[in-house]
């Protein structure tokens, strides 16, 4: 059991996996959307590290299937399926008080330019941005939300969160765990002597498309649309 330190310690993926393995993870996963307050949490590098630990926790949640592959599936499908209930409820939550969150003020956990900004990506994506959303953090926190505020169909918002989750998810999980293996086999490197430098690269990477829109794009603000 890990035990907490200082704050950086919330934004080490291994931090958590090593705290409360499967179960805490689902929770980050369903919390990021499902509960809109997980934006400072860390999304893609902690499904890349978990992928790495995905036999271990498979084994420690329900016993090992025997194979990395089925277990590397089984973490990535409960990810997916928490991802799919999160943005669900997130968009619930949009189809029935959404449009008042247009006048919340700031607090520690809610600032309303993320959701503008959400907003505007939706407007420019429609349909496709429920799927996009997933890998850019911050902005997959809100989106779910938006859709439901302009009523987007719930059976095409069903359908694209699915689609969504899923390639998120395995894309990121299998990349950790079979990278791990590659790095392990071909060059004796174990990718879990080095997770600092590992989530520092991930960050930089998935954060840099919504620095640069911050930076560069313009600063709009939609008029609130109406609820449905």
């Not at 008042?100 to 956990?109: E, H, I, Q, S, T």
């Amino acid at each position: 059991m890990e035990h907490f330190d200082s704050w950086k310690d919330l934004l080490n993926p291994e931090f958590y996996i090593k705290l409360g393995g499967y179960w805490l993870i689902l929770f980050i996963i369903f919390a990021e959307t499902g509960l809109f307050v997980g934006f400072f949490l860390p999304g893609d590098s902690l499904l890349f590290i978990s992928g790495i630990y995905s036999v271990e926790m498979i084994s420690s949640a329900y016993g090992s299937t025997g194979s990395d592959f089925l277990d590397t599936t089984l973490l990535a499908l409960s990810i997916a399926a928490a991802a799919t209930i999160g943005n669900e409820v997130g968009y619930w939550f949009g189809r029935k008080a959404g449009p008042a969150l247009y006048k919340k003020n700031d607090n520690f956990f809610y600032k309303k330019k993320y959701l503008y900004q959400a907003h505007n990506f939706f407007a420019k994506h429609g349909s496709l941005a429920i799927i996009l959303a997933r890998f850019l953090p911050i902005v997959r926190t809100f989106v779910p939300i938006v859709a439901g505020i302009v009523g987007m169909n719930k059976g095409r918002f069903f359908l694209d969160n699915v689609l969504g989750a899923l390639l998120w998810s395995f894309s990121l999980v299998f990349a950790g765990h079979y990278l791990d293996k590659l790095f392990i086999d071909q060059f004796g490197i174990d990718l879990k002597a080095h997770l600092e430098l590992i989530i520092l690269i991930l960050i930089v990477f998935t954060t840099l498309p919504v620095i640069f829109k911050i930076v560069f794009g313009k600063h709009e603000e939609p008029d609130m649309p109406n609820q449905p």
